[in-house]
T-cell receptor
Framework: ELKVEQNPLFLSMQEGKNYTIYCNYSTTSDRLYWYRQDPGKSLESLFVLLSNGAVKQEGRLMASLDTKARLSTLHITAAVHDLSATYFCAVVQGAQKLVFGQGTRLTINP | DTGVSQNPRHKITKRGQNVTFRCDPISEHNRLYWYRQTLGQGPEFLTYFQNEAQLEKSRLLSDRFSAERPKGSFSTLEIQRTEQGDSAMYLC??????????????FGEGSWLTVV
């Protein structure tokens, strides 16, 4: 059974700092998604990583995928308050199912 | 493209009652998914349709749950004889191609269910 684990689960940081969220998964997959969720809201797609070594960047967020290590990272550069949210990674299982991690609740303080 | 639409957005029901949620996917998306999310957890897969065919169901989908997509467009998720453990947000999503091809899956705003 595919398991997806994120760490940390809670992260409080100051504006301007850099940090990384880690996503480990237990079985082979080369398709991984990152989503953002604001309180009470639905999921917003951030990145789709399709192959080993894939790196994607959007603004202050950069995601990477290492399929051999079964690890993806979401790096935040020079955090700003607007990035406060819960971030989920999700791994594709089979052809159609996403298995999500527990989420990382990120709080960025002024 | 008006996005994935779900209704009702919020539903409070007494234990034992039946509830039904509706999902309208993005037009021309032939793949539709239902997920369930409880507080503090990631979404969990419930079921998947390709056009009108229900191709996969999670073991989370007990006999009290039924999902349909009669004409390959909108979908309904019905929960019969609701229990307090059914309280969650039910998310619908759609996509145009297989996820393994790297296509984005778009989520709706979700339907919150509270069973009292």
């Amino acid at each position: 059974e595919l398991k997806v684990e994120q760490n940390p689960l809670f992260l409080s940081m100051q504006e301007g700092k850099n940090y990384t969220i880690y996503c480990n998964y237990s079985t082979t997959s080369d398709r991984l998604y990152w989503y953002r969720q604001d309180p009470g809201k639905s999921l917003e797609s951030l990145f789709v990583l399709l192959s080993n070594g894939a790196v994607k960047q959007e603004g202050r967020l950069m995601a990477s995928l290492d399929t051999k290590a079964r690890l993806s990272t979401l790096h935040i550069t020079a955090a700003v308050h607007d990035l406060s949210a819960t971030y989920f990674c999700a791994v594709v299982q089979g052809a159609q199912k996403l298995v999500f991690g527990q989420g990382t609740r990120l709080t960025i303080n002024p | 493209d008006t996005g994935v639409s779900q209704n009702p957005r919020h539903k409070i029901t007494k234990r034992g009652q039946n509830v039904t949620f509706r999902c309208d996917p993005i037009s021309e998306h032939n793949r539709l998914y239902w997920y369930r999310q409880t507080l503090g957890q990631g979404p969990e897969f419930l079921t998947y349709f390709q056009n009108e065919a229900q191709l996969e169901k999670s073991r989370l989908l007990s006999d009290r749950f039924s999902a349909e997509r009669p004409k390959g467009s909108f979908s309904t998720l019905e929960i019969q004889r609701t229990e307090q453990g059914d309280s969650a947000m039910y998310l619908c999503a759609s996509s145009s191609q297989r996820l393994v091809s790297g296509n984005t899956i778009y989520f709706g705003e979700g339907s919150w269910l509270t069973v009292v």
